[in-house]
Nanobody
Framework: QVQLVESGGGLVQPGGSLRLSCAAS????????VDWYRQAPGKQRDLVAT???????RYADSVKGRFTISRDNANNTAYLQMNSLKPEDTAVYYC?????????WGQGTQVTVSS
C-alpha cells in the first residue's frame, strides 16, 4: 500500500512561485518514478512532470523552463518547484506513483494563479 499526501498549493499572482510537496509512505518510493499531474475545471488530468528513480526528469512542453521536479529519497518526498506561474497553470495538482500495476494518487492540492 502506498499513501501520497500533497501540500504547498495556494493563491499566487502571475509571475509568482510555489513549491509543492508530495510525501509518500512505504518503502517503494526510492525505487519508483514519481509523477505530477494537474487537472483544471472541466478538463482532463494531464501529466506535468516525471522524475525516475535514477533522477532523470521529463516535462510537459507547457512547463519546460518554468517548473522543476525533484526528489529526496531519504525523506520519501517529491517536489515540484513552479516559477513564472501563469493563470493557465491554475489547477488541482496531484502526485502519482505506478506500483505493481496499480495507480496511487494523492488527494490533490489546489493552485490558483490570479491577480
Amino acid at each position: 500500500q502506498v499513501q501520497l499526501v500533497e501540500s504547498g498549493g495556494g493563491l499566487v499572482q502571475p509571475g509568482g512561485s510555489l513549491r509543492l510537496s508530495c510525501a509518500a509512505s512505504g518503502s517503494i518510493f526510492k525505487t519508483h518514478a514519481v509523477d505530477w499531474y494537474r487537472q483544471a475545471p472541466g478538463k482532463q488530468r494531464d501529466l506535468v512532470a516525471t522524475i525516475r528513480s535514477t533522477g532523470g526528469t521529463r516535462y510537459a512542453d507547457s512547463v519546460k523552463g518554468r517548473f522543476t521536479i525533484s526528489r529526496d529519497n531519504a525523506n520519501n518526498t517529491a517536489y515540484l518547484q513552479m516559477n513564472s506561474l501563469k493563470p493557465e497553470d491554475t489547477a488541482v495538482y496531484y502526485c502519482h506513483i505506478l506500483y505493481d500495476r496499480r495507480h496511487y494518487w494523492g488527494q490533490g492540492t489546489q493552485v490558483t494563479v490570479s491577480s
